[in-house]
């Protein structure tokens, strides 16, 4: 991708609800849908680009009405499958608000793997998704496309609320450059 200066690898992407994101552990272990239309790398080979590498993260979402906002964090990386994935980023600088330094340190939950902090329920189901739940989140784009209910569609709690599902996403990472 050519956003800022290039060089980026996408490993998520979402703008048209034609992928169903709410899937299981070994499906965003290995990753699934279309490189050419929505789909998500797969977090075994997230870590694999992350573990020895100082790498940023690049967060673009777009809104209802076609307005785009962005979260960069100088540095990310997940842990490997021993640690759940676990997520680690910090540094952020963008227009959207810092939505996913709140998920800093969690560990990656599915429908059937529930990793979370929250001890009477699992966040993935609640809100239809995947991702670093805490208690459970400020961000959630893997949830379920065009769901505007509290917390279950694609959200960043900083730039739209809790209550707006964004028409699109997309998370890639680079190298860092110096």
């Given amino acids: 991708m050519t956003e800022d200066n290039g060089g980026w690898i996408v490993f998520q992407r979402r703008f048209d609800g034609s992928t169903d994101f709410y899937r299981n552990w070994t499906a965003y272990t290995n990753g699934f849908g279309d490189i050419d239309a929505e789909f998500y790398l797969g977090n075994q080979i997230i ?12 967060v673009d979402l777009v809104d209802k009405t076609g307005e785009s906002g962005y979260a960069k ?30 998920h800093s340190g969690q560990r990656f939950t599915t429908f059937d793997e529930d990793n979370d902090l929250l001890a009477s ?12 739940y805490q208690s459970c989140h400020h961000s959630n784009l893997n949830g379920e496309y065009g769901n505007d209910d509290y917390g279950s569609g694609p959200n960043w709690y900083h730039w739209r ?18």
Avoid: Q
Avoid at 47 to 58: A, Q, S, W, Y
Avoid at 77 to 93: A, K, Q, T, W
Avoid at 161 to 178: C, D, E, F, K, Q
């Fill in 47 to 58: 870590f694999e680009i992350t573990k020895d590498e100082n790498v940023e993260l690049r």
């Fill in 161 to 178: 609320g809790h209550y707006y599902a964004l028409n699109s996403t997309r998370m890639m990472i680079r190298v860092r450059r110096y």
């Fill in 73 to 102: 964090y100088s540095y990310f990386s997940i842990s490997g499958p021993e640690d759940f994935y676990r997520l680690y980023v910090n540094g952020y600088s963008g227009n959207a608000g810092d939505s996913l330094m709140y």
């Fill in 121 to 132: 329920n699992n966040c993935a189901e609640m809100y239809h998704g995947a991702w670093w």
